[in-house]
């Protein structure tokens, strides 16, 4: 371990709160714009948010959550809207640019290009994308899949589609013999739906709304909630207000959890300067979660704080868990983690003086090496410390995209479990390929290879969402055809190109969709979207070209399957498909009677409000959390220094920005924690020094994989030893580490070398 990594100094709290009248000028700016009546119909329409899984919406309309509480919006979600309101991408764009051209724009320029409003295509050796008509389009995507053996066909998803272009989506896939399904969610939550399904026998969160309101302590770790869930700021003010204790694990301080300025609470937050959120705030070595949660465990065992009559009536394993917390010395714990026993054991103590007591993380616990791990060190301590079970308490993955939990829910994973396997068998007729499929960072290691002709991608921007850029670009290369659905440009459309051809497919997003859908938050509630008109079709001159995820992939099925065994024509009818949804989709059985009760629901078997989970035993199966090796390297294992340059080795935290959902970036800088671009470093003011390096210098930031220059430092409040740089630009820099067991990529934790003349 470096001294700098060891070195449990804190960061200084210079951080400013978060969310307030910035929130309030964001509003005025977006309604005062020319697109301000669209947006605010679209923000009434009764179709959830197209932001985060902590979104609002559905039947109780845009502005409440499903308990009907109103002013439930954020300005992510009005930033996602906008984004969609734009004018359809001009002629001249693809007519007069070369890809070339296109492949030099940032991730903003490509969204700003407008919406897609015709099928385009690219073919090998030409420099533009051309105008292509519906009919060329199915015959060619059927030929590819057609002609394609199983296992050299491929999908990957977004979560922003529907539940029933999800369920559709496998359903094709599983009928032709692949099980290639990878998603957006193997790069982001798969260890906790792997830690937490090991451990309770389910993946999702065992919270939902309502009894997070009954808790009295929230445990948040790896997350930027105030830039990324808003919604859920909203909860913690409240359990704050209450006289509740929010606990924050995060290596930065960032400013919107010590305070948040919510228009939910204009007098109380807003004119306030911001409600308290943070009671307590640490900052750890990035990746050294576990052993943070093994010392929270010894402190409560120290204490006398762990509930071993509740443990040993609703828990295996228990008995090897505590001999390994036990055995472990203190040392060891402090000495992985950078915190002091001093911290640990009064964390605990606030811990252990809650009634109960709610655990949720982001992709700061998962994007690691060992985020399996991680996550199952967490719930290991909810457990220990009896909150689990029972109202108000829990574990609570908080998931990104607005309907990623449902895609998991309709089967899209490469990890199907068996009792959706069995109804999709009794469905289809036959048993389903025992073939292991590819998740996402397989996929791209199978298309380098040569291994896949024929790639449907569902949403999202493969290229940007992988670690590495450069081996996304030429894996993608190796495909034969790629089709795009999407509602508007991205990089990856210009950058992920196949080998003979391209297709970029313009599709209807959720509030135009012309027929009901229904997506899943992540606290398992199923909402229903109305259907909806789209601008394009009165002002684009390609009106009428768009397309229904829906629509699109029953005439695909149809084409590749005929009428056998089910007449896969009539899936074009959404009703229809939530009739099989309710049929083969554990937990989903209300959805047959949703289209005429309009009555949205809570997934069954899910939410926890007695300690009986459905594994094996119908007991908690706790397991041993080994500590990390979070050694960096030195110097010499990227090149080394040349004499006289400075430079130092940091642990590398990549992460959106404020103005940034995903790989979409609205905005080019970060305010919040004074990052004016997108080509900067956030570093511990320490470490400038120590380096020899001083803010604002530009640097070169070196990765295993690339390099980037012209980086500038800023300081900030971020634990020594690490830095922060945004993604997908740092994308280039890193060699995908991946944990094991999930097989999702370490971005949280990259090693770096910043070299200064």
């Not at 990765?703 to 922060?724: D, K, M, V």
Request: aromatic share 6%.
């Amino acid at each position: 371990m470096t001294p700098s990594e060891a070195d449990p100094s804190p960061a200084p709290e210079d951080a400013t709160s978060g969310g307030g009248w910035p929130l309030i000028d964001g509003w005025a700016r977006a309604t005062l714009s020319p697109t301000g009546p669209k947006l605010w119909q679209a923000l009434t329409h009764q179709s959830a948010c197209l932001s985060c899984a902590w979104g609002t919406g559905g039947q109780n309309g845009g502005f409440r959550d499903e308990l009907g509480e109103p002013l439930q919006r954020c300005l992510k979600s009005v930033e996602a809207i906008s984004a969609e309101l734009q004018p359809a991408v001009p002629r001249e764009v693809f007519a007069g640019r070369t890809l070339a051209e296109l492949q030099r724009l940032t991730s903003a320029e490509c969204d700003r290009l407008g919406r897609l409003d015709r099928p385009l295509i690219h073919r090998a050796g030409s420099d533009h994308y051309e105008p292509i008509s519906w009919p060329e389009v199915h015959a060619l995507i059927a030929e590819a899949f057609r002609s394609a053996p199983p296992e050299r066909v491929a999908s990957y998803s977004s979560g922003r589609s529907s539940n029933e272009a999800a369920y559709l989506l496998q359903l094709l896939l599983r009928a032709l013999g692949s099980n290639n399904l990878a998603d957006c969610s193997d790069l982001c939550h798969a260890p906790s739906t792997l830690g937490l399904t090991r451990v309770f026998g389910s993946g999702t969160s065992m919270v939902n709304l309502e009894s997070l309101q009954h808790a009295d302590g929230v445990v948040l770790v790896g997350s930027n909630a105030p830039a990324n869930h808003p919604r859920l700021m909203n909860e913690l003010i409240r359990l704050r207000q209450r006289g509740g204790t929010v606990i924050v694990i995060n290596p930065v301080l960032e400013g919107g959890l010590l305070k948040f300025g919510s228009p939910a609470f204009p007098i109380r937050s807003m004119l306030g300067g911001g409600s308290e959120v943070a009671s307590l705030f640490l900052q750890p070595i990035p990746g050294s979660d576990t052993a943070v949660f093994l010392g929270l465990q010894k402190a409560l065992l120290e204490r006398g704080a762990i509930n071993l009559a509740f443990v040993k009536a609703h828990a295996d394993g228990w008995q090897e868990l505590i001999a390994q917390i036990e055995g472990t010395g203190w040392e060891a714990i402090t000495a992985c983690c950078g915190l002091s026993r001093e911290e640990l054991e009064h964390t605990a103590a606030r811990l252990a003086a809650c009634r109960a007591v709610v655990f949720a993380w982001a992709m700061g616990i998962t994007h690691h090496a060992n985020g399996t791990t991680n996550v199952q060190a967490i719930a290991n301590t909810a457990v220990l410390s009896g909150n689990v079970g029972r109202p108000g308490a829990g574990t609570m993955p908080i998931r990104g995209h607005s309907n990623v939990q449902g895609f998991g829910s309709m089967g899209v994973t490469v990890h199907l479990r068996e009792p959706m396997r069995l109804a999709l068998e009794q469905l289809l007729g036959r048993p389903l390929s025992r073939t292991p499929g590819y998740d996402t960072c397989a996929l791209i290691e199978a298309a380098a290879a040569g291994a896949v002709d024929s790639l449907l991608c569902l949403g999202g921007n493969l290229f940007g969402a992988n670690p590495d850029s450069t081996q996304a670009r030429r894996a993608l290369g190796r495909i034969d055809t790629i089709a795009y659905l999407a509602t508007k440009p991205n990089t990856g459309h210009f950058h992920g190109l196949a080998a003979r051809q391209t297709l970029l497919l313009p599709v209807f997003n959720r509030f135009e969709t012309p027929h009901r859908t229904t997506v899943e938050s992540g606290n398992n509630w199923v909402r229903l979207n109305e259907p909806g008109t789209t601008h394009l079709q009165a002002t684009s001159s390609g009106g009428g070209q768009l397309i229904s995820e829906v629509e699109f992939l029953a005439e695909l099925a149809h084409r590749l399957h005929g009428s056998e065994p089910i007449e896969w024509r009539r899936l074009q009818d959404p009703v229809y498909v939530r009739q099989l949804i309710a049929r083969t989709v554990p937990g989903y059985d209300a959805m047959a009677g949703i289209d005429a009760s309009k009555r949205e629901f809570e997934v069954s078997g899910r939410v926890f409000h007695e300690p009986r989970f459905p594994t094996a035993t119908g007991r908690a199966q706790l397991a041993v959390t080994p500590l990390p090796d979070l050694r960096l390297p030195e110097p010499e294992h990227f090149g080394g220094l040349a004499p006289g340059e400075r430079g130092l080795v940091l642990s590398l935290i990549t992460a959106r920005s404020y103005g940034q959902h995903n790989t979409v970036v609205y905005k080019p800088g970060d305010s919040y924690r004074g990052m004016p671009h997108r080509h900067t470093l956030l570093i511990n003011p320490e470490d400038l020094v120590a380096s020899g390096l001083v803010a604002h210098q530009r640097v070169t930031v070196q990765g295993e994989a690339g390099s980037l220059e012209g980086i500038e430092l800023i300081p900030g409040s971020i634990r020594r030893g690490a830095a922060l740089m945004f993604y997908p630009e740092a994308n280039v820099l890193m060699r995908p580490h991946k944990d094991p067991e999930s097989g999702t990529p370490a971005f949280k934790r990259v090693p770096v070398l910043l070299r200064g003349g």
